[in-house]
Nanobody
Framework: QVQLVESGGGLVQAGGSLRLSCAAS????????MGWFRQAPGKEREFVAT????????YYLDSVKGRFTISRGNAKNTVYLQMNSLKPEDTAVYYC????????????????WGQGTQVTVSS
């Protein structure tokens, strides 16, 4: 059974940092694209960042460029999202995603989703 389990969410003040982690299990994810989406209350779920299986290619939502960094663990079945200079508008549930083929920013491009972890940024 495929599982993506996020951790690292929490409450932080504006300007602070958090590091999200996602551990994948159930199959070999070393060749999978992995990434993050988020959904704020009352808003559509949106793409945040994605990283290719090799780690050589990364893409970001424009509003997080320069503040967020996506990376993969050495075993390639873990993905991280380092979030710096957090803003209240970053408040959302963050979801880990994975796909064996695609490297994109649309929700329908990802076959596997985690349950989400809450990030709350206070002003």
């Amino acid at each position: 059974q495929v599982q993506l389990v996020e951790s690292g969410g929490g409450l932080v003040q504006a300007g602070g940092s958090l590091r999200l982690s996602c551990a994948a299990s159930g199959r070999t994810f070393s060749s999978y694209t992995m990434g993050w989406f988020r959904q704020a209350p009352g808003k559509e779920r949106e793409f945040v960042a994605t990283i290719s299986w090799s780690g050589d290619n990364t893409y970001y939502l424009d509003s997080v460029k320069g503040r967020f960094t996506i990376s993969r663990g050495n075993a390639k079945n873990t993905v991280y999202l380092q979030m710096n200079s957090l803003k209240p508008e970053d408040t959302a549930v963050y979801y880990c995603v994975a796909d064996p083929i695609r490297l994109g920013s649309r929700r329908d491009e990802y076959d596997y989703w985690g349950q989400g972890t809450q990030v709350t940024v206070s002003s």
